[in-house]
């Protein structure tokens, strides 16, 4: 396992589409490992391939429980509600904007050894996988975002808030 580099925005890597993961092998199995490694130490909750600069369509998302999720050729098989809330990116670092996705989010995926499965999610877990596929299809939640803000633009209105009561 390795720790591989995240790109950040600008690098043309990130709006590019994916291919689908076609080989189930220890190639797969090392690069679904390396993000696992990659995304422990950024202390993320999710990372796609093409993060790492592999354009390929595998993810992991950490679920409300802790557990990190593989899917390989993901797709959202249906969505349910809505939630509105701040969203951060690690190819984005020290920025946050906020975002509305679905409350609960049904996807089918394939393992490691290209078995099919279906997973649901809601709240935060509902958002990474949505947020992780985007990066799939080569979009950042900047596109989705009204605006973009710092820790420190976020502390002031947080502040402004409970001065405001």
């Known amino acids: 396992m390795a720790i591989r580099t995240i790109l950040t925005k600008g690098d043309p890597v990130l709006n590019k589409k994916c291919h689908p993961v076609t080989k189930f092998d220890e190639k797969l199995a090392a690069l679904?490992?390396?993000l696992k490694e990659t995304l422990t130490k950024a202390n993320g909750a999710g990372l796609a391939a093409p993060q790492v600069g592999i354009l390929r369509r595998a993810v992991i998302v950490v679920n409300d429980n802790g557990d990190m999720i593989e899917l390989v050729n993901p797709?959202?098989?249906s969505q349910e509600g809505e939630q509105n809330g701040l969203e951060g990116c690690l190819s984005l670092p020290g920025?946050?904007?906020?975002v509305t996705r679905p409350e609960r989010v049904r996807v089918k995926a394939q393992d490691r050894t290209g078995s099919w499965f279906e997973v649901d999610g809601e709240g935060m877990t509902a958002r990474c996988f949505c947020h992780e596929?985007?990066?799939l299809d080569g979009h950042l939640y900047s596109e989705l975002a009204g605006q973009l803000y710092t820790a420190e633009?976020?502390?002031?209105?947080?502040?402004?808030?409970?001065d405001s009561k």
Not at 95 to 98: A, D, H, I, L, T
């Open 32 to 34: 679904l490992d390396d």
């Open 75 to 77: 797709e959202i098989l």
């Open 95 to 98: 920025y946050w904007g906020y």
């Open 133 to 135: 596929l985007d990066h």
């Open 153 to 162: 633009e976020l502390e002031q209105m947080e502040q402004d808030r409970e």
